[in-house]
């Protein structure tokens, strides 16, 4: 019976300087069946990468259309990141939250700070962690996708980028995967039981106290 109780969707935001592991982190959210979240497609102006799949990782669109997006207010956050731009379309995200499902958003702090400026009430956001430096680095090379100048501007940028963890709900260090993923679950489960995301309760306790016994 509680499960059917009406509750509106919360945004999961996942923020982490590149390396980080917040990609991986989020795929494993996303193939969790228990969890059943929906991944929030982006729109970027990035070129793809050889592992992206265009609609399932992000929506590739040139500069001009991010734009004309942007300046009809479509976007409901956006941030230009390493000189690139990227965006959360308002409509998909709107209607998930409406209809109770769950979105889980893969984006930067510049992203985030406006998500939680807007809808505060719906973000339960995390921040993600390296669990050191050398760790971060190590990682950008092991990944195999960004050329050496690219690896050496996330690792500037990643300094500025962890100095903004104090603005997210939750932090989590990213030293163990499987530690990391059991914690984010964790924090997940417990936001979706918060009494002001779930307006079915009013009724579902009315119910409870017209019982005859």
């Known amino acids: 019976m509680f499960n059917s109780i009406k509750r509106r969707g919360l945004m999961l935001v996942l923020s ?4 980080a592991g917040k990609s ?9 069946t228990g969890l059943k979240l929906s991944l929030s497609i982006s729109v970027t102006t990035r070129p793809r990468r050889a592992s992206e799949i265009e609609g399932v990782h992000y ?9 004309r997006l942007r300046d009809s207010d479509a976007l409901i956050e956006w941030a230009e990141v390493h000189g690139n731009f990227y965006g959360t379309p308002r409509e998909a995200a709107e209607n998930a939250l409406a209809d109770g499902r769950d ?4 984006i ?3 992203g985030a700070l406006q998500l939680q400026e807007k809808m505060k009430g719906d973000i339960v956001s995390i921040f993600i962690l390296p669990p050191s430096m050398a760790h971060l680095k190590q990682r950008l090379h092991r990944r195999a996708e960004d050329t050496e100048e690219v ?3 996330r690792l500037r940028n990643a300094r500025n980028e962890i100095e903004r963890w104090r603005s997210y709900d939750y932090v989590v260090v990213n ?3 499987d530690e990391a ?3 984010v679950q964790s924090i997940v489960t417990a936001e979706r039981l918060r009494r002001d995301r779930c307006p079915g309760l009013f009724d579902f306790v009315s119910g409870l106290l017209e019982e005859k016994l």
């Open 16 to 19: 982490s300087p590149s390396g």
């Open 24 to 32: 991986t982190l989020a795929r494993l959210l996303l193939n969790d």
């Open 59 to 67: 929506h590739f669109i040139s500069v001009r259309e991010f734009e």
């Open 103 to 106: 979105m889980l958003f893969d």
């Open 108 to 110: 930067d702090w510049q």
């Open 151 to 153: 690896i050496d501007m």
């Open 175 to 177: 030293e163990d995967l």
């Open 181 to 183: 993923f059991h914690q």
